[in-house]
């Protein structure tokens, strides 16, 4: 049976690092308040003029370089973000003429932070079906410009990166297993952007009002976060015929460590096997699962052969998950 595999993995992240104490200087907010409650001890953010597509290239372009691939070999691109350079063309579009790719189809998965398993799941269906031999998918974003940083429940957990990966046709066993997507739009108003859209178009008004902004209840999304974590993680492995024994590591969306630690002991997942880079990269987005997923293959936690489980979740909401055979 074919399967898409990752034969390329790739990240990129802004130089500007903002630690813990450069916010305490911008809210009322403290180190170990930040730490206490969600695990970030510092993020990466983007200069003024920086924005999603020069990460989500700098990924495409280590991926690419990782798979011994030129631009040139991609076949579909499919880019998940929530901050995307501009309202159109898409983020994808800039990519693959940024890259030097040929005049492919290129896609945006608007999914929140949930775009890194929806981007996922897209281009392995396009690899399985064999209708394209190799598709870039990335995650990627610069949240910051979409963050308040008056308002300290989001702008001490929101940050920008890019993770990128390139699919291939595999026939041995490896690659993506399977894929589960899930959405609730009941759910819309625990973390939206009010304005810019058509239902608030841009006026003085909407930016007097701090529309153009992330707005969350964080709360309440931490709740629903943890059910959705662990309904989806759970579902992927059972119809899969796998248990959590199994798996050899969870890679989950870098949302904040106590949403992950209480997903893991909830699915009977000791911490040993599940990855987490949420203190240096904080949340971003689309990106993290991405991001984590490099991070984790290029400092050997992963072996050929291990059985890998991704799961995100974001606005929307929106949540999935993905198994890999590595
Ligand atoms: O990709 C999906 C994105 N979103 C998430 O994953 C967010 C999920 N939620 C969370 O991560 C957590 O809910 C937060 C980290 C946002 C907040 O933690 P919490 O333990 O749920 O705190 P809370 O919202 O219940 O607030 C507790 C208190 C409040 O003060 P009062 O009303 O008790 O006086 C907040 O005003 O903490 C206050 N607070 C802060 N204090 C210091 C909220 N943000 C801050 C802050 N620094 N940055």
């Known amino acids: 049976m074919t399967r898409a595999r990752i034969i390329g993995i790739g990240a990129a ?10 916010l305490e200087k911008i809210v009322e907010t403290s180190d170990e308040w930040i ?14 003029g920086e924005a999603t597509s020069d990460f989500a290239v700098k990924a495409a372009q280590q991926a690419l370089e990782r798979a011994n691939l030129v631009p040139e070999d991609v076949d579909f691109i499919v880019l998940g973000t ?45 690899i399985q079906t064999g209708k394209y031999r190799r598709v870039l998918c990335i995650g990627a974003e610069t949240l910051s410009k979409i ?10 957990l929101l940050a ?41 178009p841009a ?26 974590f662990v309904d989806c993680a759970e ?22 460590l106590r949403i992950i630690e209480a997903a893991a002991k909830r699915v009977g997942m000791p911490m040993e096997r599940v990855f987490t880079n949420v203190d240096r ?19 050997g936690r992963v072996k050929k052969g291990d059985l890998l489980l991704l799961a995100a979740f974001g606005g929307g909401f929106t949540w999935g998950s993905a198994l890999i055979r590595w």
Not at 13 to 22: C, G, S, V, W
Not at 147 to 156: M, Q, S
Not at 205 to 211: I, L, N, W
């Open 13 to 22: 992240a802004p130089k500007r690092i903002l630690t813990n104490k450069d």
């Open 82 to 126: 929530t901050s995307a350079d501009m309202v159109f063309p898409t983020t994808a579009n800039l990519v693959q003429h940024r890259l030097g790719c040929r005049r492919v189809g290129s896609v945006d998965v608007f999914a929140a932070c949930s775009g890194s398993v929806y981007s996922l799941s897209i281009g392995s269906q396009f």
């Open 281 to 299: 990269y904080g949340n971003t987005g689309a990106a993290s699962v991405y991001v984590a997923l490099e991070e984790a293959v290029s400092t």
């Open 203 to 228: 006026t003085h008004e909407t930016v007097d009002a701090r529309m153009h902004y992330a707005k969350m209840k964080g709360s309440e999304v931490f709740k629903v976060a943890v059910r959705m």
């Open 160 to 200: 920008d990166a890019a993770g990128a990966a390139i699919l291939e046709a595999s026939d041995d066993g490896s690659g993506i297993i399977d894929t589960d997507l899930y959405s609730d739009g009941q759910y819309w108003d625990l973390l939206y952007m009010p304005g810019g859209g058509s239902r608030h």
């Open 147 to 156: 963050t308040d940083f008056t308002d300290r429940g989001t702008c001490v």
């Open 235 to 256: 579902r992927i492995l059972a119809r899969n015929g796998f248990t959590t024994a199994d798996v050899s590591l969870f890679i989950p969306h870098q949302a904040n």
């Open 35 to 48: 730490v206490q409650r969600s695990g970030v001890r510092e993020r990466h953010i983007a200069e003024e």
